[in-house]
C-alpha cells in the first residue's frame, strides 16, 4: 500500500468548520435532524435474513421525491429493491467527475436481551439506540440529508455528479443490493461506504470465505463402539487441522492496518444420542482474507487442508461446499479521495484518522469490480455494531452529515484541475 501514512495540511478555515469555497451546505446539516431521520429509518424492521428491505426502501423513494430529487429503483427481486439517487451540478458543469455514496438498509437480526426495544428508537446519554443505529441507519440518514444539502447548492459550487445507492442485502452477501447495482453498470471517480468507522477513514478491509463441512460416519451402539465410526471424533481432528492451518496463515500473511488472516468455526452439529455412535457432524466456518489474497486462494487451500486430512484421517468421508464469498480490497492511502476526506474531518474538529475495516462490506464491489476507488467512512463502531442495545453516539451523526457533503463537493471541486 503505497502513500504511507498520509499528510494532512493545515485547514484554511473560516470560522465555522468550513472553508469559505465549500459555502453553507453543512448549515442544516444538525445533529437533531440526523437523529430523527435514523429514528425514522430504525423503526421500520428491514431484518436479514430473510430479507425486508421494501418498506424502508418505500420510505427513502418517498423522502427524497418529496423533494424533487431524481431516483430510480434497481432490483434483482422486487422484493429486495435498491434505490439510486441522482444529482447533477446546477450549472450542468461535469469537470468535476462523479462521487458515489452507498449505505445498507438492511439489518441483522435484534436476537435477545435488549434493555430497550430494538425497533423502538431512543436518545440516552448522547447516544441514539436501536437496531441498525450503527450498521447502518444512521449512516444512511447522514448520507440522505447530505444529499438534500448538496441538492441546495448555487450555480458552481457543485462541480460534478453526486450518486446514493440506498442498497439491499449486504449482511447477507450483497447479491440483491451492491453486487447487482454495479452489474447494471455504475462508473465513479470515488466512492464512500457508511459502515460504522467511529468517523475513521478505512482504506482497507477484510473478505470473508464461508464454508460448510461435513463428515460421514457409521451409526452404532455406543457400547460396541468398534461397529461403527464416529463422525464427530472425525470432525474434531479437521478442527484441530483448520486451527493449525489459521496459525500458519497468520504467520504467513499480515496487513499494515487490517492484520493477519483469521479462520473461525462458528458452528458444530452432530450427534443424536450419547447411547449412539454419530455418522454426521457438521461445521460452518469462515477464512477471513486480507489484500493481496484473493478468495480463490483461500478456497484452494481449504479444498487442499481436507485432501491432506484424508490421507491423515483413517476413514475419513466428508463433504466440502463453499457458501458465500466478498473478496478484501483497499485503497492507496494516498488517493486524492482520501486526502480531501482527512481535510474535511480536520476541518470538522475530528481528529483524521487512516486505518481498515476488519469486516467484509460493500466497499469490494465498489473498490474490485466497478474500479472506484473507495473508503470506508460512518458513525458508530464495528464492537456496538450487531450486538444487543446497540446504538450511535448523536454528535457523530451530525459530523457523518458534514463529512459526506463537504467530501463530496471539495473532491468535484479538486477534480477541475491536475491534483499535486
Known sequence: MTGWPPQVTGSGLNGSGTRPEDGGVQEALTAERVVELTKSLIEIPSVNPPGGE???AEFVLSWFKKRGMK???LAKDPRRPNIE????PPSGDGTGGVFVMNAHMDVVPAGEGWKRPPFEPSVAE????????ADTKG???AMMLA???LSRCPPGELCGRVVLHCVSDEEAGAMYGTSHVVNAGIRGDFAVVAEPTSLGVCVAHKGNVTFEITTHGKAAHASLPTKGHSAI???VRIVEELRSYAAGVSARVTHPVLGPPTVNVGVILGGTKSNVIPDRCWISAERRIVPPEEAAQAKAEIEELLRGAGSRIPGLEYGLKFTNEVGASEVSADHRGVRTALSVLKDLGVAPRVSGFAATCDAYFLNRVAGIPTVILGPGSLDIAHTRDEYVPVEELGLAAKAYALIAQRFLQTGKAPVT
Open 126 to 133: 448522547a447516544r441514539l439506540y436501536g437496531r441498525g443505529s
Open 147 to 149: 444529499m438534500e444539502a
Open 139 to 141: 449512516g444512511l440518514a
Open 233 to 235: 471424533v472425525d470432525m
Open 71 to 73: 431516483c430510480r429503483v
Open 85 to 88: 439517487v441522482t444529482l447533477d
Open 54 to 56: 421494501a418498506g424502508v
